[in-house]
């Protein structure tokens, strides 16, 4: 299941009634067994909606949520009245309303409509993200058991509630497929990236590391361009920015307190020295 939810991309709500519809109201001798459904399923759809919402605000998946709502009553609903109103159906990234009502709104009228366009631009909007997902995704093997399960119920919380996470064990048993794969499925979220393969290998001062760290950053998927040749580079692009930082296989603590000291002067973190 979380392979699925992990593998949807994006969700496009028609006049959807998440909080409900008001008024399912019939004479008791015309109630079907339809109605009686509706009811239930009425009742049970703010719940429903509340279940999916921590889902998503907790952006444990990459879902990128667009809307419509209706502007126009139905026919048969009554006068002026809306079969799902704005505050039931309100919910996204991206949500407009539209002159059509609850049956209208989900039927292709013309390519130059507001609906049509809303739905093409939700789609582009996830076509650049999968595109710059590609450009920074990382080679790891194929079979990892158990992974995405560890990635998106156990790692995603302590990635959402810390700022540094760090993976300690015996060489081989997967810690750099580990970050590589966290890395591949979270990238797309911040402005800079880079992973640092083989951090230990890089030698020379402070300065000098943090200079060629640099050269291996990449702004929205593409290489930075260095402002500079001064010792400092173009880390003051990063300032206040998110920032998405990889070192892998650390030598000793003096990387970590590196990855730190980054963040810090960049105003990604603020360090309690007490």
């Known amino acids: 299941m979380n392979m699925f939810l992990d593998s949807i991309r994006a969700f496009f709500f028609y006049a959807t009634p998440h909080l409900g519809i008001e008024g399912i109201e019939a004479p008791a001798e015309d109630e079907?067994?339809?109605?009686?459904?509706?009811?239930?399923?009425?009742?049970?759809?703010?719940l429903l909606h509340e279940a999916f919402s921590e889902l998503w605000r907790a952006r444990s998946y990459r879902w990128t949520i667009f809307g419509l709502g209706e502007a126009e009553s139905t026919p048969g609903s009554g006068r002026g009245k809306?079969?799902?109103?704005?505050a039931s159906s309100r919910f996204g990234d991206d949500y407009i309303t539209?002159?059509?009502?609850?049956?209208?709104?989900?039927?292709p009228s013309d390519r130059n409509s507001n609906k049509d366009q809303h739905l093409k631009h939700l789609i582009e909007v996830v076509q650049k993200r999968v595109e710059l997902e590609r450009s920074q995704s990382l080679m790891v093997p194929k079979?990892?058991?158990g992974v995405d399960v560890l990635v998106t119920e156990v790692?995603?919380?302590?990635?959402?509630?810390?700022?540094?996470?760090?993976?300690?064990g015996l060489g081989g048993v997967g810690k750099t497929t580990l970050a590589?794969?966290?890395?591949?499925?979270?990238?797309?979220?911040?402005?800079?990236?880079c992973f640092v393969e083989e951090i230990k290998l890089i030698s020379g001062t402070i300065e000098e590391i943090k200079k060629k760290i640099w050269e291996k950053m990449?702004?929205?998927?593409?290489?930075?361009?260095?402002?500079?040749?001064?010792?400092?580079d173009g880390w003051y692009q990063v300032f206040g920015k998110s920032m998405f930082l990889v070192f892998d296989d650390i030598e000793d603590y003096r990387h970590a307190r590196?990855?730190?000291e980054i963040a810090e002067s960049n105003g990604m973190v603020k360090v309690d020295s007490s």
């Open 258 to 260: 590196l990855l730190e």
């Open 155 to 168: 790692l995603g919380k302590h990635l959402r509630e810390h700022r540094f996470v760090g993976f300690s």
């Open 218 to 232: 990449c702004h929205h998927g593409r290489p930075v361009q260095s402002s500079s040749e001064s010792s400092r």
């Open 32 to 46: 079907g067994p339809l109605l009686k459904w509706m009811r239930v399923l009425n009742s049970e759809s703010a």
């Open 143 to 145: 079979v990892t058991v």
């Open 98 to 107: 539209v002159s059509s009502d609850h049956f209208s709104v989900c039927k």
């Open 180 to 193: 590589k794969i966290i890395f591949n499925k979270v990238c797309a979220k911040f402005e800079f990236t």
């Open 82 to 86: 809306l079969h799902v109103r704005e």
